[in-house]
C-alpha cells in the first residue's frame, strides 16, 4: 500500500476550520489530528499559554512530530488542521513529508466572533482585560503570513489558500478543488457528513470552557453559509467590539487581503 498523502490545514482562529475538519473526518480512511500543536502550546511541558494545571506528560512539540510523522499503516490520509500561532518561534518542529494549506477569512467577520466566543469561555479564567489580551493575540495574522513565507521560502512549497467565505459559498468547488490540489481523495462524504466525529481529539477539548468553541462545528453536518444557520442574535459582523479589539482587526485586514491574492478562485 503507498504512503498516506499529508496534509496539515493552518487556519485563522473562527474560519470554520473545525466544520473543514469534521469534512475531512468524515473519511474513514483518513487519519485525523485537531490542533496539536495549540494542545502543546497550552498543556504540553514547553506551553506559552498559562493555565491553572501542570503539564500534561506526552504533549511536547517533539511529540506531536512524532505523532504526525507516524506510518498510520491503512490509513490514505494523514489530515492535521491547527493554528500558526502555536508554532511561534518553533518552526523546526514542522513535520516533513505534509502538503501546507491555509484557510482565511475577513477579520472584520472572524475577529468580532471571536471576541465575542472568546469573553464567554474566558469568564472565570481571565479578568476581562487578561482576556481581550489573549483575544487580541489570537487575532494577530503576522504569525500565519510568517508561516506562509516560510513555507514558500524553506520548504520550497506553493502554499493552497481557501477563503472561508467562498467554502461556505460555493462548498463543491471548494473542495473539490482542494483535493486536486493537495492530491487527496474527493468523497462525497466531504460534502454531507455524519456529525460529532471527535474520535482523535485530546480529551481536554471535549470539556468546558474548551468545548464551548466547538459545539456548533461538531453539530455540523454539511457547509452552510452565514444565513442558513441556526439564529443567532447578531451576525459575526455586527457584533460591537471595543476600540482596542477594532484596530487590531483593522490593522490585519492587509495580511488577510495579500493572502487571498493567492486563494483557489470560486
Known amino acids: 500500500m503507498d504512503p498516506p498523502t499529508r496534509v496539515m490545514l493552518w487556519s485563522m482562529i ?18 485525523i489530528f485537531h490542533e496539536p500543536y495549540v494542545v502543546a502550546n497550552v498543556f504540553g511541558k514547553e506551553r506559552s ?6 503539564p500534561i506528560p506526552g504533549y511536547s512539540y517533539a511529540d506531536v512530530v ?3 510523522q507516524a506510518d498510520f499503516t491503512g490509513k490514505t ?9 502555536s508554532l511561534q518561534g518553533k518552526m523546526a518542529y514542522l513535520p516533513t513529508g505534509y502538503i501546507h494549506t491555509f484557510l482565511v477569512r475577513d477579520p472584520r467577520k472572524a475577529g468580532p466572533s471571536h471576541f465575542q466566543a472568546g469573553l464567554a469561555n474566558l469568564k472565570g479564567m481571565r479578568d476581562e482585560e487578561a482576556a481581550k489580551q489573549d483575544i487580541a493575540v489570537l487575532m494577530n495574522l503576522k504569525p500565519t503570513l510568517d508561516l506562509y513565507n516560510y513555507v514558500i521560502d524553506v520548504l520550497q512549497q506553493k502554499p493552497i489558500i481557501i477563503d472561508s467565505d467562498d467554502l461556505v459559498s460555493a462548498p463543491r468547488e471548494i473542495v473539490t478543488k482542494y483535493c486536486r490540489e ?3 481523495p474527493f468523497y462525497e462524504s466531504m460534502l454531507s457528513w455524519k456529525p460529532g466525529n471527535t474520535t482523535n481529539w485530546f480529551p481536554e477539548f471535549l470539556e468546558e470552557p474548551y468545548i464551548n468553541y466547538f459545539k456548533v462545528a461538531i453539530a455540523s453536518s454539511k457547509f452552510m453559509p452565514p444565513d442558513k444557520l441556526p439564529k443567532k442574535t447578531i451576525p459575526d459582523e455586527e457584533i460591537d467590539v471595543p476600540e482596542e479589539i477594532f484596530k487590531v482587526i483593522e490593522s490585519n485586514r492587509e495580511i488577510y487581503k495579500e493572502l487571498c491574492k493567492h486563494k483557489l478562485q470560486i
Do not use: W
Not at 499559554?49 to 501542570?54: A, D, E, L, S, T
Open 77 to 85: 490520509v494523514v489530515f492535521a488542521k491547527d493554528f500558526p500561532h
Open 14 to 31: 473562527r474560519s470554520r476550520s473545525t466544520v473543514f475538519e469534521m469534512a475531512m473526518a468524515s473519511v474513514p480512511s483518513f487519519q
Open 182 to 184: 493537495t492530491g487527496l
Open 49 to 54: 499559554v498559562m493555565i491553572n494545571k501542570p
Open 66 to 68: 512524532s505523532n504526525l
